[in-house]
């Protein structure tokens, strides 16, 4: 993979990462579903992995890159928090124009009846990984196969306990074993799509590469924000759920450390 093309490392790596939605997905097929309280668990690890990508994979290379095109003082530190902000704020606009459901809370953004409840699930799991497969996408295409593989390599860790979490809801809406795991994979497809995406527009455009790192930042941190966390405390399993996102945070620090 080291000698492909930084755009075809992000598509092969955000699929890659997406796949693993799938693989987590599998234990529905066969034998007893995960406990809530397992769940809970898996997505703080999700978590915990989603926000040391945030802040060790992309907003601390998008402040190196700003000073890199010549921001000196505050600067730097101004582009990536604007980023940020922008990219918090793409995602926010996308959860409250594009209809879904959530699978605690129920619908929200505005009311669609034509929209059959699965679609819903897929629409709402899309918002979710679309800036995981950008993030990955971004990752490759500012610094290669080294700077990418850490971010794919995290994504796809926590991309497994969500799919696990995404096929185990619609079981329980009394969907079929065989549909549940193949929604669930189903929604891992958007993250190539948007890795593709990120890893050709930074390579295009290098000037956009610290706008386009610290915006991959923001999406993930309001998704974690807005989405994972409340998910994990409805169900009183908060102190599980921490402990997840602590071992989660930790491994991929480790792994950013080790491998990038």
Not at 86 to 98: P, Q, R
Not at 232 to 260: E, I, K, P
């Amino acid at each position: 993979m080291a000698q492909l093309s930084p755009v075809m490392l992000g598509l092969v790596g955000s699929l890659l990462a997406g796949l693993m939605t799938s693989v987590g997905a599998l234990p529905v097929l066969f034998g007893k579903t995960p406990t809530r309280m397992w769940r809970d668990i898996s997505l703080g690890f999700a978590a915990g992995v989603m926000l040391a990508a945030s802040f060790f994979s992309l907003i601390i290379p998008a402040l190196d890159a700003a000073e890199e095109q010549g921001a000196t003082g505050a600067m730097p530190a101004l582009i990536v928090c604007a980023a940020i902000l922008i990219g918090m704020g793409v995602v926010a606009l996308m959860n409250e124009t594009i209809p879904h459901e959530h699978f605690a809370s129920g619908r929200e953004g505005p009311e669609a009846a034509a929209v059959r409840r699965v679609w819903l699930f897929i629409i709402a799991i899309a918002i979710h990984n679309a800036p995981e497969g950008l993030a990955v996408g971004v990752a490759f295409g500012a610094e290669g196969f080294e700077g990418g593989f850490p971010v794919a390599l995290g994504i796809g860790l926590q991309n497994a306990p969500e799919g696990l979490a995404v096929a185990v809801a619609l079981l329980g809406e009394k969907y079929s074993r065989m549909t549940a795991f193949g929604v669930a994979a189903l929604t891992g497809l958007i993250e190539p799509v948007m890795g593709l995406l990120g890893a050709a527009v930074i390579v295009v455009a290098q000037p956009l590469l610290p706008w386009g790192l610290a915006f991959a930042a923001g999406a993930m941190l309001y998704v974690i924000s807005h989405e994972i966390i409340p998910e994990t405390h409805r169900s009183g399993h908060q102190n599980q759920a921490t402990l997840g996102l602590a071992v989660g945070l930790v491994v991929m620090l480790f792994l950013d450390v080790w491998l990038g």
